[in-house]
């Protein structure tokens, strides 16, 4: 069992910067490839940032491209998303998720854990 608790989000300006946090509980996180999500209002849940087990692969949601990166600490059990320059359009709940094996995965079925979710909220 693998408990995921997102940290992070909250009230930004259009150009700036966060950076969510994701603390994962449980001794084989570094076994899990591990995603971001997001859900805007009214919107299905959608990929945004995804890395491999080891961390040496990441893949991003073309929208978020060149603006957000994915890491992860194994010592700390702890993924991030670094997200810059951001854009109204990217506010949403943000949700961390642990896959069923050690490669990252942009469906979202491939998730067998997954966070309660951090708002992000964008403003013009």
């Known amino acids: 069992q693998v408990q995921l608790v997102e940290s992070g989000g909250g009230l930004v300006q259009a150009g700036g910067s966060l950076r969510l946090s994701c603390a994962a509980s449980?001794?084989?996180?570094?076994?899990?490839?591990m995603g971001w999500f997001r859900q805007a209002p009214g919107k299905e849940r959608e990929f945004v940032a995804t890395?491999?087990?080891?961390?040496?692969?990441?893949f991003y949601a073309d929208s978020v491209k060149g603006r957000f990166t994915i890491s992860r600490d194994n010592a700390k059990n702890t993924v991030y998303l670094q997200m810059n320059n951001l854009k109204p359009e990217d506010t949403a709940v943000y949700y961390c998720?642990?896959?069923?094996?050690?490669?990252?995965?942009?469906?979202?079925?491939?998730?067998?854990?997954w966070g309660q979710g951090t708002q992000v909220t964008v403003s013009s």
């Open positions: 449980g001794r084989t996180f570094s076994s899990y490839g």
């Open positions: 890395i491999t087990s080891s961390g040496s692969s990441a």
């Open positions: 998720a642990a896959a069923s094996d050690s490669s990252g995965y942009r469906n979202s079925g491939m998730y067998r854990y």
